[in-house]
């Protein structure tokens, strides 16, 4: 039995549906992402830009974090937790994640805005290179 194929990037629906909650919802938005990273980072045919031989998953997304985070303040946005995940406690026993993050923008504009942006896109190639599979859930906070 094949499993479920691994999510790396937005659908073109799953961002029309998001371009479409950005005319609703004008607050605050937490985007919670779970991210399991590579063993050894898929650089595809580019160069692998470790400087000590192949780079793990966790440093080619740490590349892309680097500056995904500038980009993030460059929207008014700004890491509001990062934690090492353990274990499911509850869930499929076979989905694990090796960390948990939630960015806070000030609206899902500002977040659309900033995946658009130039600057930003020229490192999604990191992102790509490290993560094996990932879940990112937009959230809204219930005691607005």
């Not at 793990?56 to 980009?71: F, N, P």
Request: net charge negative; with cysteine; hydrophobic share 40%.
């Amino acid at each position: 039995m094949v499993g479920p194929m691994p999510s790396i990037d937005p659908t073109p629906r799953q961002l029309e549906d998001l371009a479409g909650l950005a005319a609703q919802v004008t607050g605050p938005i937490r985007m919670l992402n779970l991210l399991r990273f590579r063993e050894i980072a898929d650089y595809g045919n580019a160069p692998d830009p470790g400087e000590n031989g192949p780079s793990t998953g966790a440093e080619a997304y740490g590349r892309y974090g680097e500056v995904a985070m500038q980009e993030v303040a460059a929207v008014g946005g700004s890491q509001f937790e990062a934690a090492a995940a353990h274990m499911t406690v509850i869930g499929p026993e076979d989905e694990a994640w090796d960390l948990v993050a939630i960015i806070e923008y000030p609206s899902p504009a500002a977040f659309l805005e900033m995946i658009a942006k130039p600057s930003y896109r020229a490192c999604t190639h990191h992102r790509a290179a490290g993560l094996a599979d990932t879940r990112i859930y937009m959230t809204t906070s219930l005691s607005r």
